[in-house]
């Protein structure tokens, strides 16, 4: 759901996890893992593609054709993606070099072309005013500082362009698993999301940038044959819950949590027909570049 972070480990007082080198982003400050190592963990392009239409959307609302267009933690790639399928040119920006590869041959497997650069969201190797859109869906939000996230934005992307930002609401399914885990690690942590996800504190986020915001709350249905199939996958596929399910496990406080989990996504789920049906709300922000 972002790019750039590290795994949980053994905290060194006492043994107990918290929240401040371990959470839901998986951050850790002096992990020995690398990034692009954290985000191998589990199979985020797999499970990511689960509310990927989330992105496609957003794609097709901005993008028209001959637009430049940058998808920051651009994961599998699925708004480069579809960008470059309506007629953009589109570059795709992730650390993650597993992930850049998924995203490379679904673009050739459709006779896309999209660039894909390999690097840190947070300085990004491209001249200013270089897009007319920037996107980033469920990606800037894990930035450790969303000012300075929000800068660089604001700096790759060309006066009249505009910048769009996905981030789950933090009373979602989604979002509330960061306050489900943090009980268990300490308390809450990690890279302030909330900054992107509520619209009083966007807009402090992007204070004194040159941009014009609109906010509005969307929905993205999350769709598994059941509920065990959601569990299974969120806890083997994410890569920062299969770092925290390694703590837990090693503590023996993974059942809990795993049911704490299940009861998160029944009571806001529904079996259907046609599956398990998670409604996941989250915040669209546009923000025009004056």
């Known amino acids: 759901m972002a790019k750039g972070k590290g795994e949980c480990a053994e905290s060194p007082a006492g043994g107990r996890e918290t929240m401040s080198n371990c959470d839901f982003s998986g951050t850790r400050q002096g992990s020995d893992m690398q990034p692009e190592q954290f985000w191998e ?22 993008v028209l054709p001959g637009h430049r267009v940058l998808d920051v933690a651009c994961g599998q790639g699925p708004a480069a993606i579809a ?14 070099a ?44 894990f930035a450790s500082d969303p000012a300075a996230m929000a800068r660089e934005l604001v700096r790759v ?32 942590g990690g890279p302030p999301v909330e900054a ?41 596929m994410v890569p920062a819950i299969v770092a ?14 795993q049911a704490d989990l299940r009861a998160l996504f029944t009571s806001g789920g529904e079996q259907t027909s046609a599956g398990f049906r998670l409604p996941v709300e989250y915040l669209t922000t546009l923000a025009h570049h004056r």
Do not use: H
């Open 83 to 96: 960008a470059a399928g309506l007629g953009a040119n589109a570059t795709g920006l992730d650390f993650a």
């Open 157 to 188: 992307c060309a006066p009249g362009g505009v910048i769009g930002v996905l981030a789950w609401l933090p009373d979602s399914p989604f979002g509330s698993l960061k306050p489900l885990f943090g009980k268990y690690l300490g308390g809450p």
């Open 41 to 62: 963990l589990g199979d985020y392009a797999t499970v990511g593609d689960r509310w990927a239409d989330a992105a496609r959307n957003l794609a097709k609302e901005t």
């Open 196 to 236: 992107w996800a509520v619209p009083e504190l966007i807009r402090s986020t992007f204070a004194g940038l040159p941009v014009e915001l609109t906010t509005r709350v969307d929905t993205v249905d999350v769709v598994w044959d059941d509920v065990d199939q959601a569990l299974d996958e969120v806890s083997t």
């Open 244 to 257: 925290i399910r390694r703590v837990l496990a090693a503590s023996g406080r993974w059942p809990q949590a």
């Open 98 to 141: 597993g992930l850049l590869t998924v995203a490379r041959r679904r673009a050739d497997a459709l006779g896309l072309g999209v660039q894909w650069i390999q690097s840190d969201m947070t300085a990004m190797p491209v001249p200013d005013e270089s897009y007319d859109r920037v996107l980033s869906a469920f990606g800037c939000m």
